[in-house]
């Protein structure tokens, strides 16, 4: 079990760290989106009085402002569920699947179970904690395999 957390403290600064750049990462294009809007500024007041170049520019501003919310708004809207056949079951054979490597897996999602029994977890907080133990433990990975090919064969 304490493998399990280590792996998962690992994973975590990983994430850290990549977090970390990214958010660097994006401070510097922020700068550098405003020394483009300047420069597309002072071009546009070499041919237009200055409040029109404010104007063009802002127009643009705004247009790209509303291409990237409506992009937004299509990530936040809720995938098309799916019928399913419920009307047959197929058993699953998991003879691939060792008694080990279910004893793991099972250990780690209690582990998980007795992580988010403990407390009041957001969404994003229960995403990360599963992505981690996904991310960090093989015989889960094996596990949800297994799950998603038995759901599969469901369908």
Request: net charge positive; with cysteine.
């Amino acid at each position: 079990m304490f493998g399990f957390l280590k792996k998962v403290q690992d994973a975590a600064r990983r994430a850290a760290v990549g977090t970390a750049l990214i958010f660097i990462a994006c401070l510097v294009a922020l700068t550098a989106a405003g020394f483009a809007i300047a420069a597309l500024y002072q071009v546009l007041e070499d041919a237009f009085s200055s409040e029109v170049a404010a104007a063009i520019t802002a127009v643009i501003l705004l247009v790209l402002a509303g291409i990237i919310a409506l992009i937004g708004a299509s990530a936040f809207k809720a995938p098309k569920k799916h019928k399913r056949n419920s009307g047959h079951s197929h058993a699953y054979a998991g003879a691939a699947v060792s008694s080990r490597h279910k004893q793991g897996a099972a250990a780690e999602i209690e582990m998980a179970q007795r992580l988010i029994a403990g407390g009041r977890w957001s969404p994003l907080a229960m995403a990360l904690i599963a992505g981690f133990a996904f991310g960090a433990s093989p015989e889960l990975r094996k596990e949800l395999a297994r799950l998603l090919r038995h759901e599969a064969e469901k369908d």
